[in-house]
């Protein structure tokens, strides 16, 4: 590619909204294109040929693990979502609409009913289990406050896989081969991430996991124990239990709980007056979809009491029950091997979940089992967010001049850079260098621009493609310099041997 033929609007302006270095580079180095500030982004070619490369890894791995692409549709009837009781519960990030026929539908946030409309339509016999489809298609969420670029926007690019076995061994099974490929997807496109334990939110199911992108921006707080592997986000972890007595302070949060279709009732919840409640179990503990504080209640006649004040809590009602609901420090030990845990940030670029029968049994996906019999199928789902993946890579990958794109994510493997285009001797290996580079199978991209030398590096480390041959001043001396973009190293090379000297580089 010559990038004076090139749709490449780089800038040295930052937007007013960004404050990621994500944000900032993918919409300066012409990557990007924000739409009206919504949350809503055009793909330029080159962000549109990295994100290609990006769900190029995650479809190969899928296809290696033995899961089967399809495409469904965007839109979505919102009679699948009423048939699987999510239609209310999902709350107003569901965009609806009426067609002219004032048929009610949604854009899909996630696809479940709808695959599972596709499986209970054409699987019908155990002999046709298991089966593991996906789609890379896009999202919409209809975000109350979109943010920070790629990483919180309303439409997105997301994988999304979904497997439907006979029995619950044979999805566990499925859910252990999906978190490897996973971590095989992650570690070629070069990020270091962790897998943690996760609460299931709005999808459901349990046994779920997330796979954090590790970087001091992430949103989501994750727990993590450097003396084993343990790790999860906020609101799912546990710590080994602390002992208390008879004698320990004990305090009474009184909360309004929601629920669908607007009911609401009165909850309580005690812990000890030292522990935090940690909010999504308390939800989790009661069904709840949301929690309030609300004013102290007389009559207390839901109690959920932290699992650590069993047996010594003097609290007395009739009907109570014990759930983990305090949140874990920094400091606290470590469940599994009583190491000591402590805070990190993460981006949650990937979750899978152990969904059961959660979708199938509403939705009538059944199968007849070998004796014949009909038996709902059993599920997993396993998603990852192609395109925040970009805004992962770059926040783990970046300086003050701007992207460094790892070898799988990387809009080429070199940029030539003629420094000036009116000395024919540069400009004549400047073309024969992109021609045996792209003879070679090497992605080139050539700055042959009509501008000064000064604008094509800054562009360069815009940019961040991996490596830039300068073919500058000092070619009158047989000297031609590579610079790696990781460090901004230099090395030398005669004419001669830089075509070599790329090809082993890359």
């Not at 496109?189 to 046994?207: K, M, N």
Request: glycine fraction near 8%; aromatic fraction near 8%.
């Amino acid at each position: 590619m010559r990038l004076s033929r090139l749709l490449l609007p780089t800038t040295k302006e930052t937007p007013n909204d960004a404050t990621l270095a994500s944000h900032i580079y993918l919409i300066r180095a012409g990557l990007i294109q924000s739409v009206g500030g919504s949350g809503l982004y055009n793909f330029l070619p080159l962000g549109k040929k990295i994100l290609d490369k990006v769900r190029a890894v995650v479809k190969e791995e899928l296809d290696n693990a033995g899961c089967q692409e399809v495409s469904l549709s965007f839109v979505t009837p919102a009679a699948l979502w009423a048939e699987s009781g999510r239609l209310e519960k999902y709350g107003k990030e569901l965009l609806r609409f009426k067609d002219r026929k004032n048929n009610d539908f949604i854009l899909g946030p996630t696809h479940e009913e709808m695959m599972v409309n596709l499986v209970r339509q054409t699987v019908k016999s155990y002999k046709q289990l298991p089966l593991n489809v996906y789609q890379i298609n896009l999202k919409f969420r209809d975000e109350i406050r979109p943010r920070f670029g790629l990483m919180r926007g309303r439409e997105f690019l997301m994988k999304d896989a979904y497997s439907f076995h006979a029995n619950t061994e044979d999805m566990q099974r499925e859910f252990a081969l999906m978190e490897e490929t996973y971590k095989k997807i992650f570690t070629r496109l070069g990020l270091e991430f962790r897998v943690v334990d996760a609460d299931s939110g709005a999808i459901g199911g349990s046994g779920s996991k997330e796979f954090m992108v590790l970087a001091d921006s992430g949103e989501d707080t994750i727990v993590v124990c450097d003396n084993c592997e343990y790790g999860a986000n906020i609101e799912a972890a546990v710590a080994k239990t602390k002992i208390y007595d008879t004698n320990t302070q004990i305090k009474v949060i009184t909360m309004k709980a929601f629920y669908d279709e607007g009911e609401t009732k009165v909850v309580h919840f005690a812990l000890p007056s030292t522990i935090e409640l940690q909010e999504v179990k308390a939800c989790n503990a009661v069904g709840a979809n949301d929690l309030v504080e609300c004013e102290e209640s007389d009559t207390i006649t839901t109690l959920v009491v932290d699992i650590a004040l069993e047996g010594v809590d003097t609290l007395d009602v009739e009907k109570k029950t014990y759930v983990d609901i305090s949140a874990v420090n920094e400091g606290d030990s470590c469940v599994h091997c009583a190491g000591t845990l402590r805070y990190t940030k993460g981006i949650e670029a990937g979750h899978i979940f152990q969904l059961g029968t959660q979708y199938s049994e509403p939705l009538g996906c059944n199968f007849l089992d070998e004796n014949g019999k009909s038996v709902p199928m059993v599920m997993g789902t396993y998603g990852i967010g192609v395109s925040r993946l970009l805004a992962g890579i770059i926040e783990q990958n970046h300086d003050d001049k701007g992207c460094i794109w790892t070898k799988e994510s990387a809009p080429f493997d070199v940029q030539v850079i003629i420094s000036n285009i009116k000395d024919e001797e540069q400009v004549a290996l400047g073309e024969k260098l992109y021609a045996e580079l792209k003879a070679n199978n090497i992605d080139v991209l050539l700055d042959d621009r009509k501008e000064r030398f000064g604008p094509k590096i800054k562009d360069f480390e815009l940019l961040g493609v991996p490596y830039a041959v300068i073919i500058g001043k000092k070619l009158v001396d047989g000297e031609v310099e590579l610079i790696a973009r990781r460090g901004l190293e230099k090395e030398v090379f005669s004419p001669e041997s830089i075509l070599d000297a790329v090809i082993q580089k890359v």
